[in-house]
């Protein structure tokens, strides 16, 4: 049998970040391996109900019969909790392996924390290793190719993949991402883009860190 070698540090980050999710409120719920391990354990605390980030996190949460809100009834939740592809030391973050940026971006934005939980593989000083998943409309596909090569990436269209919102993926190698908050900003103005995976305006604002030694509490500085 295969077994993720990472599981078990997932699992610790999912088991430690129970302790802050307060009872009666609706959590903002991410997408990803991690993420399914903390879903597991939902069963565990009093929460309301929760707003997914995927169609894939909502049919498991609607199977272990927690109540799915629409994010536009609820207004602004005061936690999201996710996974992420790469994290830096200032808690901004690659996410996007699995194709949910655009809803995730939507739910971090409207949440007033976002918890990030991580096994220690993810961790990077300097972000783009990991490609950018970039979210565009179908019909500029092969223009916003163009402008991410004019910006020193190297895009490859994920075949065969269609988001929750009906749009493509161009997976970004090689993007320099030493600002990433203006990496975030270019790419997004890249006409055709409907969003992109380099979370800074959405960064993290606490992270769960998980490695064989236990899982270490990170707050940045931002808090
Ligand atoms: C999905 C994501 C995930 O959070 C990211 O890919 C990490 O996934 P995993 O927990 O499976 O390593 O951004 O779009």
């Known amino acids: 049998m295969n077994i993720d070698p990472k599981l078990a540090q997932k699992q610790a980050a999912a088991k430690a970040a129970l302790s802050h999710i307060d009872d009666g409120i609706i959590l903002g719920v991410g997408t990803g391996s991690t993420v399914n391990c903390l879903i597991e354990l939902l069963p565990q605390v009093k929460i309301k109900g929760a707003v997914a980030s995927s169609q894939v996190t909502e049919d498991k949460l609607r199977a272990l019969g927690i109540e799915i809100f629409d994010l536009n009834q609820v207004g602004d939740l005061d936690l999201y909790i996710d996974g992420a592809d790469e994290i830096d030391a200032a808690g901004n973050m690659i996410k996007g392996g699995g194709g949910a940026l655009t809803r995730e971006k939507i739910v971090a934005a409207a949440s007033k924390q976002f918890i990030c ?6 961790i990077v000083q300097t972000l783009g290793k ?4 970039v979210e565009v409309l179908p019909q500029a596909r092969s223009y916003a190719a163009r402008q991410l090569v004019a910006m020193g990436g190297n895009p490859v269209y994920r075949e065969g993949f269609v988001t929750d919102y009906g749009n493509v993926i161009l997976d970004t190698y090689d993007l320099t991402i030493t600002d990433a908050a203006a990496v975030e900003q ?3 103005n890249i006409v055709g883009v409907v969003c992109n995976g380099v979370f800074a305006a959405q960064a993290a604002h606490i992270m769960l860190k998980a490695s064989d030694a236990g899982v270490e509490t990170v707050k940045f500085a931002r808090l």
């Open 186 to 188: 270019r790419l997004n």
């Open 130 to 133: 990991f490609p950018v998943a």
């Open 117 to 122: 939980m991580v096994d220690e593989s993810k």
